[in-house]
């Protein structure tokens, strides 16, 4: 299960990408925005953090007009680690090097294209583990 979730910015990426995913089978859940009326992205960052950490969804994927107010917001939680992706090849490596358990996108900054390449490579993509584990158990503010 993916939670997905947007501000005004991100919103017609993430009805595009909401149908896109379940035309490939995977299940989502939507935690808003519901429409394309201006809104406040930690008010959907927040909801969409708390169920990954719970385990309610499996992984994220945010998207506001940079990326970086859902970034900035997501990584605020201690169990979420959140990258700002805006092409594939760093799709790609938020996963291998990161393990990255939301993926953002600046909806206003790339096609619409390049959100659904970007997040095939980062849904198909594995951790590696090794060094990368030893860097991101270095990472929360104990
Ligand atoms: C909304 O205008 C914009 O500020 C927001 O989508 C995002 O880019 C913030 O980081």
């Known amino acids: 299960m993916i939670g997905i979730c947007s501000d005004h910015a991100g919103y017609d990426y993430k009805q595009k990408l909401i149908a896109y995913l379940e035309a490939k ?10 429409s394309a009326e201006r809104m406040d992205y930690p008010d959907v960052a927040h909801p969409l953090a708390e169920a990954v950490e719970k385990g309610d969804v499996e992984k994220g994927i945010a998207m506001c007009g940079t ?5 900035i917001t997501l990584n605020k939680h201690q169990g979420i680690r959140a990258g700002l992706a805006w092409d594939v090849e760093i799709g790609k490596l938020v996963k291998r090097h990161n393990n990255a358990n939301v993926l953002v996108m600046p909806a ?3 096609s619409f294209e390049k ?11 594995e951790f590696e583990g090794g060094r990368h584990q030893d860097r991101i158990e270095k990472i929360p503010v104990r």
Do not use: P, S
Not at 115 to 125: F, Q, S
């Open 115 to 125: 959100v659904c390449n970007i997040t095939d490579a980062w849904l198909g993509t």
């Open 67 to 71: 990326g970086n107010g859902m970034a």
């Open 25 to 34: 089978n995977y299940k989502v859940k939507d935690f808003g925005t519901y």
């Open 108 to 110: 206003r900054f790339i």
